[in-house]
């Protein structure tokens, strides 16, 4: 005997559990607004009674909790304040395109010991 198959009764009992929640996140919503409270993610959880995950998954409640989304700039990005300085072939140590494996290793092995070496008077 075929076990029956229950997936539709399944199916329809998440469907109202998920709408229930709606419910819920949007009545917390409202009551937040309201009362005029602060809109976040943490208290809209704890009005609605549920998880956080659930309010960011939910894209109609997350836009309402975080507002519309910021257009994104056109154009180029802006170039990040601190950068590295280029190495410099005329100073030493500073055209590492040029240094052959070996001078590399080398170079790593002393700075290597040399931090590793307590320092005199210290």
Same mark, same amino acid.
């Given at each position: 005997?075929?076990? %029956?198959?229950?997936?539709?009764? !399944?199916?329809?009992?998440?469907?109202?559990?998920?709408?229930?929640?709606?419910?819920?996140?949007? @009545?917390? !919503?409202?009551? !937040?607004? %309201? &009362?005029?409270? *602060?809109?976040?993610?943490? !208290?809209?959880?704890?009005? %609605?009674?549920?998880?956080?995950?659930?309010?960011?998954?939910?894209? &109609?409640?997350?836009?309402?909790?975080?507002?519309?989304?910021?257009?994104? *700039?056109?154009? #180029?990005? #802006?170039?990040?304040?601190?950068?590295? #300085?280029?190495? +410099?072939? &005329? +100073?030493?140590?500073?055209? @590492?395109?040029? &240094?052959?494996?070996?001078?590399?290793?080398?170079?790593?092995?002393?700075?290597?010991?040399?931090?590793?070496? *307590?320092? #005199?008077?210290?």
């Amino acid at each position: 005997m075929m076990p %029956a198959d229950n997936s539709a009764h !399944l199916r329809d009992a998440a469907h109202r559990r998920r709408e229930q929640t709606l419910q819920r996140a949007r @009545h917390a !919503l409202r009551q !937040l607004e %309201a &009362d005029g409270a *602060p809109v976040t993610f943490e !208290l809209v959880a704890r009005t %609605a009674e549920v998880s956080r995950a659930w309010l960011y998954r939910e894209p &109609d409640i997350r836009e309402a909790v975080q507002g519309p989304p910021l257009p994104r *700039p056109r154009g #180029p990005r #802006p170039r990040p304040r601190h950068r590295r #300085p280029r190495p +410099r072939p &005329d +100073r030493p140590g500073g055209d @590492h395109q040029r &240094d052959s494996g070996a001078q590399r290793l080398t170079t790593r092995r002393g700075s290597r010991i040399r931090r590793q070496t *307590p320092r #005199p008077g210290t």
